[in-house]
């Protein structure tokens, strides 16, 4: 499902423009952008699921052209864990 798919479901669904709806599907994203930047990050949607920023730590890895190891750096990963009610619908 597309950005695009979302607005027109959710317009359709709660009786708004697609405008509206836009505008409230970019709002979510960007609170939820701003919540995993925190030092803690992390939304929790009850019955939908939860998500968490991550710290993934330096590795080494391999070139699979060369096969030459590499360094990989460290990095903040977002990772998702489903609800209860998720899980059960699918």
Wanted: aromatic letters at 4%; hydrophobic letters at 40%.
């Amino acid at each position: 499902m597309t950005k695009a798919e979302i607005v027109e479901k959710m317009a359709v669904d709660a009786g708004i423009t697609k405008a509206a709806a836009q505008t409230a599907l970019e709002s979510f994203i960007e609170a939820v952008t701003k919540a995993l930047k925190k030092k803690e990050g992390k939304v929790t949607l009850v019955g939908f699921g939860t998500f968490q920023k991550s710290r993934r730590k330096a590795r080494k890895g391999r070139n699979p052209q060369t096969g030459e190891v590499i360094k990989i750096k460290a990095t903040n990963v977002v990772k998702f864990k489903p609800g209860k009610k998720l899980k059960e619908a699918i």
